[in-house]
């Protein structure tokens, strides 16, 4: 599978909007977006007008970007929540909230999303006691999510966790700390959703 290799900051930056790409750093003055608020590049402070396409791209590129997802991966998801009754762009956004690697890292069981998707690669997740090595994985209401037994005893993880402990998590969620496990208590809307996308234009982008 392809994999960006650049500055994942660069992204943040070329999309104008905190993708949360770096974890903590991006809550921090470290931030690059933060020192300049404009893209990347010889012409980055050049004033260019976006319209149609260009806005509807934008849209998509920081969507798929924001969850860490290739081209392929995306499209697969959107394929999916156009076979689904309700309106194509919120089903999209809730399937999206609903992976794994997702959960993971807004409970503060890793640093970033990428980071999350590391460990669940490395199998230090279960879910309802099974082992889950997919961070696409679809988690469903009632589902805990927790460390494996000997991941939850390393000194890495317990130094995570009291960083992340008391972490502000969606309302969707519970999280116990201490116990290292999540509860999805419901499935996500439109409203527990903060990211600023207007996901009608990344529906009307692949309708075309």
Request: glycine share 6%; aromatic share 8%.
């Amino acid at each position: 599978m392809s994999r960006y290799r650049e500055p994942i900051c660069r992204l943040c930056r070329v999309e104008k909007s905190k993708l949360f790409l770096k974890g903590n750093k991006c809550l921090t003055d470290k931030c690059p977006l933060e020192r300049r608020a404009y893209p990347p590049g010889q012409h980055g402070r050049s004033r260019r007008r976006i319209l149609g396409y260009g806005i509807q791209l934008r849209e998509k590129q920081k969507l798929k970007r924001y969850y860490g997802m290739s081209e392929k991966q995306f499209r697969l998801f959107f394929e999916r929540a156009e076979r689904q009754k309700g309106i194509t762009g919120e089903t999209l956004l809730a399937m999206l909230e609903r992976r794994l690697d997702n959960v993971v890292f807004l409970t503060g069981f890793a640093h970033s999303r990428a980071h999350a998707r590391q460990l669940i690669n490395h199998g230090h997740f279960l879910v309802n006691e099974s082992r889950v090595t997919i961070p696409s994985f679809q988690v469903k209401a009632g589902d805990v999510v927790t460390f494996r037994e000997r991941s939850a005893k390393s000194e890495d993880v317990k130094a995570m966790l009291e960083v992340h402990k008391n972490k502000a998590v969606p309302g969707w969620l519970e999280a116990d700390w201490d116990g290292k496990t999540a509860r999805i208590v419901a499935l996500p809307t439109r409203a527990d959703i903060t990211m600023p996308v207007e996901e009608h234009m990344v529906v009307e982008l692949y309708s075309k």
